[in-house]
């Protein structure tokens, strides 16, 4: 199983970014995913997850009602999309899936590799 996350970048507060990942190798739809987010010296937190059909999401409370998952399962990709964007919101970003259709806030097995998103004030 393999995540390659895309689409971070530089951005200034108040703007939007999306970020993608694709997942070759898993039976996706099966797998509910998760993007978590690690700051400079900080832990690594969870951000957003979707169960494997995409009927269930869950947020932290720091991303609610600017961030929302999505999942595109004839493409293997799950989305985030990122509004309102703060400069707290900077870290390297990382999907994650897990061999359960069901969402969890901790509890993944296979993970991508990070794509770094720096918002500017």
């Known amino acids: 199983v393999q995540l390659q996350a895309s689409g971070g970048g530089l951005v200034q507060a108040g703007g939007s970014l999306r970020l993608s990942c694709a997942c070759s190798g898993c039976t996706f739809s099966s797998n509910a995913m998760g993007w978590f987010r690690q700051a400079p010296g900080k832990e690594r937190e969870f951000v957003a997850a979707i169960s494997g059909g995409g009927g269930s999401t869950s947020y932290a409370d720091s991303v609610k009602g600017r961030f929302t998952i999505s999942r595109d399962n004839a493409k293997n990709t799950v989305y985030l999309q990122m509004n309102n964007l703060k400069p707290e919101d900077t870290a390297v970003y990382y999907c994650?899936?897990?061999?359960?259709?069901?969402?969890?806030?901790?509890?993944?097995?296979?993970w991508g590799q990070g794509t770094l998103v720096t918002v500017s004030s």
């Open positions: 994650a899936g897990r061999w359960y259709r069901a969402t969890s806030t901790y509890e993944y097995d296979y």
